[in-house]
């Protein structure tokens, strides 16, 4: 088998409809899944790659059942692996577009370990996490992603339990591409989603999600016209960071960490230009920790989005060089470099 | 000054000192060199877990056993007929296992009072009556390396270390081994420091002066080559052997080869040694975890790469979630089980082979795994080869069981010729004019097809939800799970009618006792049987390679004889599983000392079990 190192594309026009299955959907009716699917189903046509080059890889959750859903190759998997096992198959087949569906729990809990080792590798997957901050298909119990002092079936004091911020999760870990979005803003989440396909490497798209049985709401806050304005950070490279429809309040640098002020209060120069290229993390972090001033801020758009070699290229790129320094000769191999023989008349 | 040359039929040497000596290598050099000469030979590496035990002290001796012969021979030997003893905790910790009147080369240098208080010895036994039962050889070896040594401009500490080198000298003197390979070996391992190249040359040629004109060895040894079938020979350990059984299996499918493995002893070696071979396209993988490790290698297989996970009991334990996902996905996967001690983190460095219910059982749900086991360090070669075949024809996951014996131990082994290896067909599944069925089975291997992405109009998802028959998608529905379970059971079994007849070894035709085995116990039984008929009594013998299934001609055999009597590093795993398959009597010799069965045990364990009644 000759490996390609590039997703072979099509000129065949596609459609949403050739991405669906025959498969019933069985989401809960109003789940924020359903939005993602159709977003999926909306935008894989624009990228023009063969159907048959897709993979989608999930780990066990709602959000899991995903790629039964999806016209393409597929493996719903265990619990937490997704990413271990989609970094052998795209580390095996750079040919490959390999998608990684993934939920709060799924990534953040059990496969923590493997979530952050990709991201770091820069293995050449799309990693879509959908934050609904609650166990769904468990039924209700909180999430590493469910706020302090969460009410839930397991937790009926409240959580004691520090939540993760999965953007700041996937920038410690220097992930080249970081990204957060909302299931309810279909042209914002295209918008990324398309941003991440075009990205080398691993990229991660947190997307808030919402599960209207166990957390319903939980995402109202940025979700809401009353509300959105006042707590949404939208995230632009090359543009100064306003919020609100008017831009009544910006971010800037004050004693050593970004804050969100009245924008009528500080000069026009000091309003922070998102810089989503830069090599040191510094500054997509400080963004994801506006949360630090007030829980409620949430920065939505591209964080991060840099180049760095991926391993699955690195790793091709390794074996092209012992190759062309000379193929492997089996019969060489096996001997070694010291043996010895045997001659017929010395044999019984 | 001529000396007597006297011939031996056999030798077994045991090198033994510090964990920082060096005992591996002249172990390892003194091997090659035999080799090299011709005589069979098998070894039996034996070191701590620990990088550098605290010196001088017991838990941090590290041994090498070399059993050579000028005939064929089996084991590693079960006792030394010559100890290396470097230090008074080597001399301590094995001087149990020396026979009396054999020979001890001893490093007096070493016996300074701290390193005797070290490992309690009150008095020097150099000095007093308490070696007198042996063949004493004083030789001060550290201070005649550093002498040797003087004109290199090493510091003392530094020419010291070179001893072991001085020791495989005086070594290969006393056997009459060829040199040229280890002065090769030296020249190379040290050609980027010429001085420590140069002294460990130096140490080497004053050991075997040393031998040639002191007075202390009056005698040196001939052990001619052995008899063995014509062909080119190279020595090779068992994860080499199984490493390029790996490759070999896939160069000779097509497929390439993709491992993802965490470094764990004693399975290490296998990732080592694959991840040198990129030029044979070959992909390693070392994951953040085994669960990583398998999870990446399920993945390469769902890619249509030939794929292999290394490691050793308690990463199988990690690894059995997926091991459950890969006989759902029923998709090829070769799980390779170096055993060591147990339970938990157990003796890493030693051997047992107390993985099998746990490779045959240790899963949730009814998931069965084919089972191969490698049964000397040559044969992980063939092993290897077999558990891709079955994994690739079958479409399923399959253990390759190997041991801590296994891995580290080596021996001769007739090189084949790529081309006479065994081929494999994939056979990737490809569109064709009916809807695509991803499990609909191949009748007569019950293999679901291999539809690898990028195959157009076979787009399909699997997982480990349980599946309709032949369509593959998600079903609850009981009917349809029972029919799965028991299709899945069925395909396993069907490997039975790839198997060849089981070989069973009874010169005398006549016995009435049936010695069964499976694993590296094979030379040791080999041997102990040979020493029951030489007392008298036939025995015959079984060797099993594959444990799941169990060969279909196993029940009639055992039937055939009047008791079964079966050895295993552990409480009798396999015993367990005859005694419930056949409704036969096993009757068990079981060991867990964190090493091989010796020949003279195993041999009067048997003879013990044939004088009584029967169980």
């Known amino acids: ?348 | 000054m001529s000396k007597q040359v006297q011939q031996l039929d056999r030798v077994v040497i045991r090198f033994a000192g510090d964990s920082g000596d060096g005992m591996q290598l002249a172990g390892d050099q003194f091997t090659s060199e035999t080799a090299v000469f011709g005589n069979d030979l098998s070894t039996l590496p034996n070191f701590p877990a620990e990088i550098r035990a605290p010196a001088g002290t017991l838990p941090g001796v590290s041994s090498y056993q070399l059993h050579f012969a000028d005939h064929e021979i089996t084991t590693p030997g079960d006792q030394p007929d010559v100890l290396v003893a470097m230090n008074p905790a080597a001399l301590k910790a094995n001087l149990p296992d020396l026979p009396p009147g054999r020979d001890i080369i001893v490093n007096t240098d070493e016996f300074s009072d701290r390193n005797l208080a070290k490992v309690g010895y009150a008095a020097n036994p150099l000095d007093g009556e308490e070696l007198s039962a042996w063949k004493v050889h004083r030789v001060p070896l550290t201070s005649m390396t550093i002498k040797a040594l003087e004109h290199t401009g090493l510091g003392k500490k530094d020419a010291a270390r070179s001893k072991n080198m001085f020791a495989l000298g005086l070594l290969s003197w006393m056997y009459h081994r060829p040199t040229d390979g280890t002065l090769r070996f030296l020249s190379k391992k040290f050609a980027k420091l010429p001085q420590l190249a140069e002294a460990n040359i130096a140490a080497f040629r004053a050991g075997w002066n040393y031998g040639e004109t002191t007075e202390s060895f009056a005698v040196s040894y001939e052990i001619k080559p052995a008899t063995m079938p014509p062909g080119t020979y190279r020595n090779i350990s068992g994860n080499l052997a199984l490493a390029y059984g790996l490759v070999a299996a896939s160069r000779r499918s097509g497929l390439p080869l993709f491992l993802g493995a965490y470094p764990i002893t004693p399975a290490s070696d296998i990732l080592h040694e694959l991840s040198k071979h990129k030029a044979f396209g070959v992909r390693t993988f070392q994951a953040e975890d085994e669960i990583a490790g398998i999870g990446a290698a399920l993945g390469a297989s769902f890619g249509g790469a030939l794929a292999v996970t290394t490691t050793s009991g308690p990463g199988i334990s990690l690894k059995s979630e997926t091991i459950g996902l890969a006989v759902s996905l029923e998709l090829p996967l070769v799980i390779v089980d170096v055993m060591r001690g147990g339970p938990s983190t157990g003796l890493p460095t030693k051997t047992e082979q107390t993985d099998l219910l746990q490779a045959m059982y240790g899963r949730n749900g009814e998931a069965p795994v084919p089972i191969v086991a490698a049964q000397s360090p040559g044969d992980c070669f063939d092993a290897a080869l077999e558990a891709a075949r079955i994994a690739v024809t079958y479409r399923t996951p399959v253990f390759l069981l190997s041991d801590g014996y296994l891995a580290n131990g080596s021996e001769p082994w007739p090189i084949p010729a790529e081309a006479d290896l065994p081929t494999l067909q994939p056979d990737f599944a490809v569109a064709g004019d009916e809807p695509f069925l991803p499990y609909e089975r191949d009748a007569e291997t019950l293999a679901r097809p291999w539809a690898i992405p990028g195959t157009p109009g076979l787009e399909h998802r699997i997982g480990g939800l349980e599946k309709a028959d032949r369509t593959g998608e998600i079903s609850y529905d009981p009917g349809n799970h029972e029919v799965m379970i028991r299709l899945r059971q069925a395909k396993v079994e069907r490997i039975t009618r790839s198997l060849p007849p089981l070989h069973i070894d009874d010169p005398s035709g006549s016995a009435r006792v049936l010695v069964l085995g499976w694993g590296s116990t094979h030379g040791v039984i080999d041997a102990a049987c040979n020493r029951v008929r030489r007392r008298g009594v036939p025995v015959a013998q079984v060797h099993l390679r594959h444990l799941n299934p169990l060969p279909a001609d196993l029940g009639d055999i055992l039937r055939r004889y009047d008791r079964v009597i079966l050895p295993e590093l552990n409480l009798g795993q396999l015993a367990l599983l005859v005694r419930a398959r056949y409704l036969v009597n096993v009757e068990g010799v079981n060991q867990v000392r964190g090493m091989p069965f010796r020949a003279a045990d195993l041999e009067e364990s048997v003879w013990e079990l044939l004088q009584g009644v029967p169980a």
């Open chain 1, 1 to 348: 088998m000759s490996i390609d190192v590039a997703v072979p594309r099509t000129d065949v026009p596609q459609k949403a409809k050739d991405f669906k299955t025959d498969q019933e959907v069985r989401w809960c009716p109003g789940c924020g899944d359903y939005v993602i699917l159709a977003a999926v189903q909306g935008f894989l046509p624009e990228l023009g790659l063969r159907r048959e080059n897709i993979v989608f890889v999930s780990g066990i959750g709602c959000s899991s059942r995903f790629p039964y859903y999806m016209n393409t190759y597929g493996m719903h998997s265990i619990h937490g692996r997704a990413p271990a096992i989609a970094t052998g198959l795209a580390a095996s087949r750079p040919d490959l577009s390999v998608w990684v569906v993934t939920g709060d729990g799924d990534a953040l809990s059990i496969g923590g370990n493997h979530l952050i080792h990709a991201l770091r590798r820069n293995v050449n997957l799309k990693i879509l996490l959908f934050n609904n901050r609650i166990y769904g298909l468990t039924k209700g119990q909180y999430s590493p992603t469910s706020e302090l002092g969460k009410i839930t079936k397991s937790t009926p004091m409240g959580s004691l339990d520090f939540p993760f911020n999965p953007v700041s999760v996937a920038l410690g870990a220097e992930a080249t591409f970081v990204a957060r979005t909302i299931d309810s803003d279909r042209k914002h989440l295209t918008s990324v989603l398309r941003a991440a396909a075009e990205h080398e490497g691993t990229a991660l798209v947190e997307i808030y999600q919402n599960c209207n049985i166990f957390n319903d709401g939980a995402f109202d806050l940025v979700k809401d016209a009353a509300t959105r304005d006042q707590w949404l950070v939208p995230l632009e490279h090359g543009k100064p960071i306003l919020l609100g429809a008017d831009g009544g309040a910006c971010v800037v640098w004050h004693d050593g960490e970004l804050r969100v002020v009245p924008t009528t209060t500080v000069d026009a120069e000091q309003i922070v230009v998102h810089d989503a290229t830069r090599t040191n993390p510094t500054l997509s972090f400080a963004l994801s920790r506006l949360t630090a001033q007030d829980s409620r801020f949430t920065p939505v758009g591209v964080f991060r989005s840099v180049a760095r070699p991926t391993y699955d290229r690195l790793m091709t790129d390794q074996i092209a060089q012992a190759e062309l320094a000379g193929g492997g000769n089996l019969d060489h191999l096996l001997h070694g470099s010291s043996t010895w023989t045997v001659p017929a008349s010395r044999s019984e």
